[in-house]
């Protein structure tokens, strides 16, 4: 992207797996500064979970190992069992994701067979609903917070049933207000600047984090603000 837009400061708010499409927010030059706040607005995924294995990745591009004496789940024990996973709740990140571990990528760690041990995190699910079930594909939107791996809420879900579960496929439809709809391709960006038409690609600040709580200052009050004071 640096060289397509030729700016050498951009920044993304919140990773994407490897195997993953959907939203990937980008922040250029002085707007970099809000990529904090605009990565800790909540996501939504759509996901396709495989059932009865499962994967020492959390996804498809792992190795994949089948359950044995495999039962299938019901419907209703599906979302039973989704049930355990919505709202306030502790999950432990897969071993092959971009926490670092003593300055170190865990997924590197993980590439070269040493033990990982991930203490559980806080995050909070406020949606997790079937959108399709026909085994072994159950189809997921979910909602919820920064730090959220999809992937974690696969496994474990198979864990729980004890069929083994990982993620087939991920899309990310949504970061804050931030959605599909107003998102480019990247041939559709590349496109634009060689017309000179990369404004159609932006969204203001504004839209962004339109969320926040905003103050309205006088402008005797900007000058002290924009000096640090309050």
Do not use: N
């Not at 959390?58 to 989704?82: C, F, N, W, Y």
């Not at 000179?196 to 339109?210: I, T, Y």
């Amino acid at each position: 992207m640096r060289r397509i837009i030729e700016m050498r400061r951009i920044g993304h708010c919140g990773t994407l797996d490897p195997l993953a499409t959907g939203v990937l927010v980008l922040c250029f030059g002085p707007y970099t500064r809000l990529s904090e706040w605009i990565s800790a607005e909540e996501k939504e995924y759509e996901s396709v979970f495989c059932l009865g294995a499962s994967s020492d990745t959390g996804d498809s591009q792992g190795e994949i190992d089948e359950t044995v004496d495999l039962r299938v789940p019901s419907p209703e024990e599906i979302k039973t069992a989704l049930d355990r996973f919505k709202g306030a709740i502790q999950q432990v990140p897969p071993a092959f994701s971009a926490i670092k571990v003593q300055g170190v990528r865990s997924h590197d760690l993980a590439r070269r067979k040493q033990p990982i041990q991930h203490q559980a995190r806080a995050v909070f699910v406020s949606e997790l609903e079937v959108k399709h079930y026909d085994f072994p594909e159950l189809v997921v939107r979910v909602v919820c917070s920064k730090g959220t791996y999809i992937r974690s809420i696969a496994s474990d879900l198979g864990s729980f049933l004890g069929c083994g579960a990982y993620v087939k496929t991920l899309r990310r439809a949504r970061v804050g207000r931030l959605d599909l709809g107003c998102s480019f391709k990247m041939d559709e960006i590349r496109e634009a600047v060689k017309t000179g038409e990369l404004a159609r690609c932006l969204v203001s600040p504004a839209r962004a984090l339109c969320d926040l709580s905003r103050v309205m200052l006088e402008p005797e009050q900007l000058a002290v603000f924009e000096h640090g004071g309050l």
